[in-house]
């Protein structure tokens, strides 16, 4: 993956704006809201909040400041400044991992901070899904900026690598072969581990499980015994809302295996967004899938229940294995992030075992491009009223509204439980990834839980905004 290259005036707005992207106009009726927040700085402070959060014209979004993080945010998104990032190699890169998995490197998650949760199997063959969600931001930066780097400042970094020219011999397409990965984590609990490699998708009268049935939906696709409740949530969401994407990206081959294109995604520096870089990351998916001995014709981790599709399966296996496709750098970065999560020296996790350190904002933003090809970005969630009087509750609702109009997945995180904390309200897990399915005409907010089951009940703009950290990820 690469960084776009920001010119001079971006960088110099950039800073201006307390590095935040170029302004967009709002909604028709409504400034944008960081137009808006300028000129509530100056009116009387006084506002009171309006009465009920009944449908309204939709203002405008605003982007998130780089510099902000929260100390065990499991649900933060990772907001260090941009780096290039290549092909893996001049040529096409076919990369097999038959039977054991190198040190690979992401933009940060874990879910350090994840209690209790632990996937077990239950009485009448059920998981109990772990959550998880994701690497805290401060620790990810901890990780990615040395000090003289922090005393410079992110502005300057940005301009030393965006400074870096695009490499010209770079293949047009990266391919790869993903057999088995990764997938028992040594730090697990043995009984809540895959016992080895199935065919889980295979029929016992020799047929195989089809891809599809009809269009995808989120409720095709259930977290098993992996703790990517992130990836799962995303999947599901972009299936609901773009099955095209789901569809377009997958397919059988001839020879027994499946193909899975994938968007090769970048982070633009001048829009601080996810964008597609026009190359297509190609992974030849073998059909092997980890099991446990108990229930040898399900997969353990996404489930696809009883819908009789094999689509999310081989989608996660996909995503799990795409780290065979990153620059050295990146695999360094992740890497070092390791390093400060764990406090030890150890390699990092890959394959099935990097999923099931959780996500976090930025990378559910990353993998909306890669399964869409449309730019992605995480917001932050409003801290104050606008010229109009809007509440930050308010705001809220219209932005979501807007999204799901135009049907853009919209993905979230509940915060960690305070001491004495029993459980979150509204049935809500703690350190979990949900979707936001709906906001309904009286402004409650309803999620989905990919364990598709434990859903939330709805909850008003301010149990919300108590209980979901302030950021959530959507395409642009």
């Given amino acids: 993956m690469g960084v ?18 170029p302004d967009r106009p709002g909604v028709e009726g ?33 982007a998130y400041s780089l510099g902000k993080s929260e100390q065990h945010d499991a ?39 994840v209690e209790d949760d632990h996937d077990r199997p239950a009485e009448g063959g059920e ?6 969600d994701g690497l805290s931001e401060d620790v990810a930066l901890a990780a990615d900026l040395s000090n003289p780097e922090v ?51 295979d029929r016992a009268d020799g047929t195989r499980t089809p891809l599809f049935k009809g269009d995808p939906t989120r409720e095709q696709v259930t977290q098993g015994a992996l703790q990517d409740c992130g990836i799962i949530s995303t999947l599901g969401a972009v299936a609901s809302h773009r099955p095209e994407a789901i569809r377009n990206c997958i397919r059988e081959t001839d020879d027994g295996n499946y193909e899975v294109r994938l968007h090769e995604t970048k982070f633009s520096a001048s829009h601080l967004r996810y964008e597609p870089t026009g190359r297509m990351i190609t992974l030849e998916i073998t059909p092997e899938i980890p099991v446990f001995d108990s229930q040898p014709d399900r997969p353990a981790f996404a489930d696809p229940g009883n819908s009789g599709t094999a689509w999310a399966p081989i989608l996660e296996k996909s995503i799990a294995g795409s780290d065979r496709t990153w620059s050295e750098e990146r695999r360094d970065k992740w890497q070092q992030r390791w390093e400060v999560q764990s406090g030890t020296k150890e390699e990092a996790p890959s394959g099935y075992v990097r999923l099931h350190q959780g996500s976090n904002h930025s990378e559910r933003a990353e993998l909306l491009t890669q399964l869409t090809g449309e730019p992605s970005k995480v917001w932050e969630f409003p801290t104050g009223y606008d010229s109009f ?28 439980r305070r001491p004495g904390e029993k459980q979150l309200t509204n049935n809500l897990v703690d350190g979990h990834a949900y979707e936001v399915t709906d906001v309904d005409n009286e402004g409650r907010i309803h999620l989905w839980n990919p364990w598709n089951k434990k859903q939330p009940y709805p909850l008003t703009a301010a149990q919300f905004r108590a209980n979901i950290r302030p950021r959530y990820s959507t395409l642009e």
């Fill in 75 to 113: 649900g933060t998104e990772q907001s260090d400044a941009p780096r290039k990032q290549d092909g893996v190699s001049d040529t096409q890169a076919t990369i097999d991992t038959q039977a054991t998995v190198d040190v690979t490197g992401r933009d940060g998650a874990n879910a350090a901070d």
């Fill in 389 to 416: 009087g809007r509440s930050p509750d308010r705001q809220v609702v219209d932005e979501f509204r807007s999204h799901l109009a135009e049907g853009k997945p919209i993905l979230v995180g509940t915060r960690d």
């Fill in 151 to 201: 005393e410079t400042g992110l502005l300057d970094r940005i301009k030393r690598i965006s400074s870096i020219p695009e490499r010209d011999d770079a293949p047009r397409e990266i391919r790869g072969v993903i057999n088995r990965l990764d997938y028992q984590d040594p730090k697990e609990d043995p009984e809540a581990v895959p016992d080895r490699y199935g065919r889980p998708l």
């Fill in 30 to 62: 409504y400034p944008s809201r960081a137009e808006s927040k300028r000129v509530a700085a100056e009116a009387n402070k006084d506002i009171k909040p309006p009465s009920d959060l009944a449908p309204q014209p939709v203002m405008d979004k605003t």
């Fill in 127 to 132: 998981f109990t899904a772990i959550s998880g």
């Fill in 4 to 21: 776009d290259r920001p010119s001079e005036a971006d960088s110099a707005s950039e800073a201006e704006e307390g590095r935040m992207p």
